[in-house]
């Protein structure tokens, strides 16, 4: 970790967005992890996502659980609310910020004991209610501030810092997702910016619940020969089933493409998901067949990566309850008090 | 044989079998009474099942206005073979038995102290009616009928009452009506019409409304501006937040739109209940769960959380008795220490004792205000005595010139003018800090909240200096609400007295008919009615001016007497409990006699210095 904090001022040729924000002005406090940690490396991909969507840093609310990665929300957007919560129930507090508020954009930030362990009760029902969200799990298979335990997604057979061998089957958070009815999701590793910033960009932009597990190696306790949560294991074993490039509106195209190789998926928003293909006859729309095809290649050693699986068109929590449109939260007395008239018959038919 | 005589001054008690449609003929009975203007108090004696077990309904018929449980039954109306030896023993000397004579029974099933009342219910059921279910259900309008030949009551009141009932369902109001006249017509030709047991018609209900506490706590949260509920099913909570979603469709939908003013949650557990109401909270909305004491237990880190970083949220605990899973279906005030120091580490929460329904809806509305005002976990303390059960009670109120107390929330045009913001800033000297919803604003007023320390501007420390300032400051916040919560209630004895009698929540009806009663004896007691906890300085001046002080409570260890103990300093010695915690709600002739006998036993007691 750095001790130095960095200067407020800005380079006068840093670049800008839209909203004549610099990338400075997306990130948080300094990191406490340790030098090298693979969240820092998401943490960098959320600010890059964010500013190259020119999202308004206080329009996002941050929410985490108990343990390194949630530790995380401190690092990035801050002049974003945030709320380190409870171990392992970051989904229900987020559940209840998104039921108040449907306005803002909810960021959930967790990690493998977080939400495979303690927390998989909470992680299963936020991804069948369909909440509104990204909720990103960063994942390095072992317990970081209690230094070094297994944790739930640690692969059976991995070893540990010290020694022992992981005898228990792992909990594979991506087909839990699928299976749960979450409409976006994905995997991908904290060494490859260049997958993970699109695919965070278009899970903000999903109106429903996007799932992303990121494998993101513990340089302190589980990057060693034997683990498979480790920098050269991921890398070694990295099967990415396509490359995603996010376009909003009016962005004009200009790469080209093999015929047939590209796939694009237009999300409710108006935003444009173009996917390169890499695994032939991959289709991320189809949820039975993405299933199928990670228990195959998991059986095979192998880790996939990429945008797994996409309804364009979800639903959401507020839809599904039909909730007026207007945020919960700015609802005032006339709206919420049915006053003394509505009392007054209601006693009345109580005698 | 002699044959007890009262006029609206009796117990009648029916037993039931779960699930047979008894309930809606047994509350017919009870509210054709009130109609009659006559006061009741009716408790529903239930098990842990949907059908099949037995199930008691009691209505105790008082012109005094007592509706404290009474004790005793005058009447048993046994309807269930399975409870009949029981049922049959608990009837006073010279009270009433009322039963289906349909098939004749032994002699030995009868006692020779109680006048015996056989009315051929399934027989007439039989012949009347021809499906199963049509016979079962009927039978129970029947024995209304019967019944109100035997106690002189009003059947005009009956059948404008089942008219209500039946309001556009014609065929169903005319076919209880027949029942009704049925039972009724059998009983005034067949048997010696009325019995001792008398109803007479008077004016002492006035406007008040008859009415479950569940379902005006539900109301008072409606009134309150509860827009978040996050609730996990347990008796005997269930009903409030079935209630919420009632109210809510009918006055919180959006009359263009038809979308809803609200959101409810049927969670997966506690733990995820209390944290959708604490990230709601957080939020800005008004949010609540209701639950009863294992649901208290489960979220207990949570309330922890909610205290610490100064998030408002409102638990109702409709208490039941425990300890573990207890007696789901029993009433217990059981849950008082769990709930004021919840959560590791020290803590401590407003607490708030409603004493019937119509507190549970003031009550209810008001816990908003003090969690927004407190920033912090605020807990309405039913019981299942008054949660589940219909009460008269005052009718409910509203001020429309009320509006919410927000609480000290700065907004984005405070920020905007150079407002200075410290989360956990005590600008007002009264401990509580101002807040920000997120979103506020770009650049002023975000904060990380955490459960871990921090400086007064949020800051993340570990400084033993930081969080010792932010521990006091909470102290002082609890401080301060002494003065926000709902002052105790004192009533005078008739006699300066140095004895005193603390009371709180569901005993309080059973309390105010024992202390007449008590006068009665020459036991003369000032009574104070505690309804908030942190304690207003009235309770501990209370206990100051008085010698000896009962403590009124149903729970086996006198928790309000811990806390009394803990919270003011106050010799355990001069606090002489009263405890009452075996399910069933408080009498006042348990507490009646429980005080006399304590009274007696400690006057004859020799001073401490004079004991070995």
């Known amino acids: ?351 | 044989m002699r044959a007890l005589t009262a006029t609206n001054d009796f117990v009648v008690k029916f037993a039931n079998v779960n699930g047979s449609g008894s309930a809606s003929a047994n509350t017919l009975f009870a509210k054709s009474i009130l109609r009659m203007g006559i006061p009741i108090a009716s408790r529903n004696i239930f098990p842990s099942n949907i059908q099949g077990l037995p199930t008691w309904f009691e209505v105790r018929v008082s012109g005094e206005g007592h509706l404290g449980r009474r004790g005793g039954v005058d009447m048993m109306v046994a309807m269930n073979p399975q409870t009949w030896d029981r049922d049959v023993a608990e009837i006073e000397p010279g009270g009433y038995l009322f039963y289906d004579s349909t098939k004749p029974l032994p002699k030995s099933k009868f006692r020779d102290d109680v006048n015996v009342i056989g009315v051929p219910l399934t027989e007439m059921c039989n012949a009347a009616y021809k499906d199963a279910r049509q016979r079962q259900l009927m039978k129970n309008i029947m024995y209304v009928g019967a019944l109100s030949a035997l106690l002189q009551m009003d059947p005009a009141v009956v059948e404008a009452l089942l008219g209500e009932q039946y309001k556009g369902k014609e065929r169903l109001a005319q076919s209880n009506r027949e029942a009704f006249h049925m039972g009724r017509d059998w009983a005034l030709k067949n048997l010696e019409c009325p019995i001792g047991l008398r109803l007479s018609p008077l004016d002492a209900v006035g406007d008040r409304i008859f009415v479950d506490g569940n379902s005006a706590a539900a109301l008072g949260a409606v009134y309150g501006g509860a827009t978040v509920c996050a609730w996990y099913p347990i008796t005997p909570s269930t009903s409030l937040a079935e209630a919420f979603d009632r109210y809510c469709r009918r006055l919180r939908t959006d009359p263009e739109t038809g979308k809803k003013r609200y959101a409810i949650v049927q969670a997966e557990d506690e733990l995820a209940s209390i944290g959708v109401v604490v990230g709601a909270a957080w939020n800005g909305a008004r949010a609540f769960t209701a639950t009863s004491g294992p649901g208290i237990s489960l979220m207990q880190e949570f309330v922890g959380l909610a205290y610490f970083a100064e998030i408002p949220a409102v638990i109702f605990d409709v208490q039941r008795a425990g300890p573990s899973t207890g007696m789901p279906t029993r009433t217990q005030q059981g849950d008082v220490l769990a709930a004021a120091y919840a959560s590791h580490g020290d803590t401590k929460h407003i607490l708030l004792f409603p004493e019937d329904p119509h507190e549970c809806f003031t009550m209810g509305a008001d816990a908003f205000d003090l969690a927004d005002r407190f920033q912090t976990p605020v807990f309405v303390m039913l019981d299942l005595d008054i949660g589940m059960n219909d009460w008269l009670c005052e009718p409910f109120r509203w001020d429309d010139s009320r509006r919410m107390d927000r609480g000290k929330v700065m907004t984005a045009e405070e920020l905007e003018a150079g407002k200075t913001f410290g989360r956990y800033l005590d600008v007002d000297g009264d401990g509580i800090p101002y807040r920000t919803y997120p979103g506020t604003h770009p650049s002023k007023g975000a904060f990380f909240t955490r459960g871990t320390s921090r400086d007064r501007f949020a800051k993340y420390t570990e400084q033993g200096s930081a969080y010792v300032d932010n521990m006091q400051r909470l102290l002082r916040k609890f401080e301060t609400a002494k003065a926000y919560v709902p002052r105790p209630i004192e009533r005078r004895a008739a006699q300066p007295t140095r004895d005193g009698v603390i009371y709180y929540g569901s005993s309080s009806a059973a309390m105010r008919e024992a202390l007449v009663a008590l006068e009665g004896d020459g036991i003369h007691l000032d009574a104070l009615r505690v309804r908030a906890f942190p304690f207003h300085d009235e309770v501990m001046d209370f206990i100051a001016r008085h010698d000896r002080i009962f403590v009124v409570e149903q729970n086996r260890d006198a928790q309000l007497r811990t806390l009394l103990t803990i919270e003011g300093c106050v010799d355990p010695a001069r606090l002489v409990p009263v405890l009452h915690y075996d399910g069933t709600p408080i009498t006042a002739r348990f507490i009646r006699a429980a005080i006399a006998d304590k009274a007696s036993a400690l006057n004859v007691v020799p001073l401490r210095k004079a004991m070995p």
């Open chain 1, 1 to 351: 970790m750095s001790y130095l904090p960095k200067p407020k001022l800005h380079h006068p040729t840093l670049p800008k967005n839209a909203l004549g924000y610099t990338r400075r002005d997306y990130e948080g406090a300094i990191s406490t992890l340790c030098a090298g940690c693979g969240h820092d490396s998401i943490s960098a991909a959320i600010i890059q996502a964010c500013w190259e969507l020119d999202i308004e840093p206080h329009r996002v609310a941050k929410l985490s659980g108990i343990g390194c990665s949630s530790k995380t929300p401190d690092y990035f957007l801050g002049a974003s609310h945030g709320f380190n919560s409870v171990h392992g129930r970051m989904p229900s507090v987020l559940t209840g910020a998104n039921l108040a508020n449907r306005d803002l954009i909810y960021l959930g930030i967790s990690g493998d004991g977080d939400s495979a362990s303690i927390g998989l009760g909470q992680f299963a029902h936020i991804m069948r209610r369909g909440v509104n969200m990204t909720y990103i799990v960063e994942n390095n298979g072992v317990y970081g501030l209690t230094k070094g335990q297994f944790s739930a997604t640690s692969d059976k057979g991995s070893k540990a810092k010290k020694g022992a061998i992981n005898t228990d089957e792992a909990i594979d958070l991506v087909g839990l997702a699928l299976q749960l009815g979450a409409t976006f999701v994905a995997r991908s590793f904290s060494g490859d910016k260049a997958q993970l910033v699109p695919l965070i960009k278009a899970a903000l932009l999903h109106k429903g619940a996007a799932f992303i597990d990121c494998i993101s190696p513990c340089v302190a306790f589980n990057n060693h020969e034997g683990s498979t949560k480790s920098y050269d294991f991921v890398r070694e074993h990295n099967e990415v089933v396509n490359k995603l490039d996010v376009i909003l509106g009016r962005q004009p195209i200009t790469a080209e493409y093999e015929p047939g190789s590209v796939t694009e998926v237009t999300q409710h928003d108006g935003s444009v998901l173009r996917l390169r293909k890499l695994a032939p006859d991959y289709d991320p729309t189809d949820r039975v067949a993405a299933m199928n095809y990670l228990q195959e290649r998991k059986a095979a050693g192998e880790i996939v990566t990429g945008l797994l699986y996409l309804d364009p068109d979800p639903t959401d929590l507020h839809a599904n309850m039909g909730t007026v449109e207007v945020p919960l939260n700015r609802l005032g007395d006339a709206e919420l008090c049915p006053g003394s008239a509505a009392l007054a018959r209601i006693n009345a038919a109580l005698r």
